[in-house]
């Protein structure tokens, strides 16, 4: 997985900032997989990723696109290993 960048998402920009690397919060129970080069449109910077489907622990995935500007404000970055145990489903997509 040393392809992809990993992104634990929060519900809003108060729980992401609460939470530390040991005590992850109050979180959504999905992570983001980015991948690749980011591209921009409309003024705005993009990146191919892979995302959950529905706004729930451990949700079905789709490929996407998410903004920095998202990765910023509801996301904190994990590692592989941390984004595995919050997220497997997300793993058995990206292992296809």
Same mark, same amino acid.
């Given at each position: /997985?040393?392809?992809?960048?990993?992104? %634990?998402?929060?519900?809003?920009? &108060?729980?992401?900032? &609460? +939470?530390?690397?040991? $005590?992850? *919060?109050?979180?959504? *129970? @999905?992570? %983001? +997989? =980015?991948?690749?080069?980011?591209? !921009? &449109?409309?003024? $705005?910077?993009?990146?191919?990723? =892979? +995302?959950?489907?529905?706004?729930?622990?451990? !949700?079905? =995935? /789709? @490929? @996407?696109?998410?903004?920095? *500007?998202? #990765?910023?404000?509801?996301?904190?970055? =994990?590692?592989?290993? @941390?984004?595995?145990?919050?997220?497997?489903? #997300?793993? &058995?997509? %990206?292992?296809?």
């Amino acid at each position: /997985m040393k392809d992809y960048r990993f992104y %634990l998402e929060y519900p809003n920009k &108060k729980e992401k900032n &609460k +939470a530390t690397r040991k $005590n992850l *919060g109050d979180h959504s *129970g @999905t992570c %983001l +997989a =980015v991948f690749g080069d980011p591209f !921009s &449109k409309d003024d $705005n910077i993009f990146y191919e990723c =892979v +995302a959950a489907l529905f706004d729930k622990h451990d !949700s079905e =995935v /789709m @490929t @996407t696109s998410c903004s920095w *500007g998202y #990765l910023r404000h509801s996301c904190k970055r =994990v590692s592989a290993h @941390t984004a595995r145990q919050i997220h497997p489903k #997300l793993f &058995k997509y %990206l292992e296809q």
